[in-house]
């Protein structure tokens, strides 16, 4: 039996992905370093520190620990200024419908983000009385794609790891997933989330019993 379904944010519930990456240019730009779109892939689901030293990498730049906490501290700066623009408007489409099935069976949900200003992200989206809990990453000691992120949601909602299903459009996130024991549901190519125990373009037109396990839930 199916008792949670644990969300990603970014990427997942709203696009704030692009935001991240956004930040994330406007700093590799500013330490000089070439920065694509499939850099920016490679940062999906990863928290700050790792991001920062997968980008330092692509320049062969090393910092001491004081500018490297700058340099995280700016880019956040840079995203913070970024999701003033989100609103209602900006949840992406088919999750609203999919969060008011899920309350109606009475499943437990819960945003699961590496990114320690989900808070505002879901205050801003205007989802808050939609969700039971809100785990980010500044609440566990290691991310993804150590599964301690969705491990600490599930039990905040009181759930069995095997009885969750976690959405991510990460590969670190599906990989996390994995570790935990949980059922993975991925959003967007094969080629990153093709691990998941289900793959779909995004979420619109994704019914509850889309999901794997819960179709088997609804026979019983």
Not at 57 to 72: C, D, H
Not at 78 to 103: F, K, N, S
Not at 153 to 171: H, M, Y
Request: charged fraction near 30%; glycine fraction near 10%; proline fraction near 5%.
């Amino acid at each position: 039996m199916i008792q949670a379904v644990l969300f990603d944010l970014d990427g997942v519930l709203t696009d704030t992905a692009e935001y991240h990456y956004l930040a994330w240019k406007r700093l590799a730009d500013e330490l000089g370093v070439p920065f694509t779109r499939d850099d920016g892939d490679r940062l999906r689901g990863v928290s700050r520190r790792p991001a920062l030293e997968i980008i330092l990498g692509l320049g062969n730049l090393t910092g001491t620990e004081t500018e490297i906490n700058e340099w995280m501290d700016r880019k956040n700066a840079h995203y913070q200024e970024l999701i003033t623009r989100v609103t209602p408007a900006d949840l992406l489409p088919g999750v609203a419908e999919l969060l008011r099935e899920l309350r109606e069976r009475r499943i437990g949900i819960a945003v699961a983000s590496a990114s320690k200003n989900s808070p505002d992200v879901i205050r801003r989206l205007g989802i808050g009385d939609s969700i039971d809990e809100l785990v980010h990453g500044g609440m566990v000691e290691r991310q993804k794609p150590y599964p301690d992120l969705f491990l600490r949601a599930a039990r905040e909602l009181g759930a069995e790891p095997a009885a969750c299903i976690v959405v991510e459009d990460a590969t670190a996130g599906i990989e996390a997933a994995i570790a935990a024991g949980m059922v993975s549901v991925g959003l967007g190519p094969e080629e990153r989330v093709g691990a998941a125990d289900r793959v779909f373009p995004s979420l619109e037109n994704v019914s509850v019993d889309d999901l794997p396990g819960m179709t088997r839930q609804a026979d019983g």
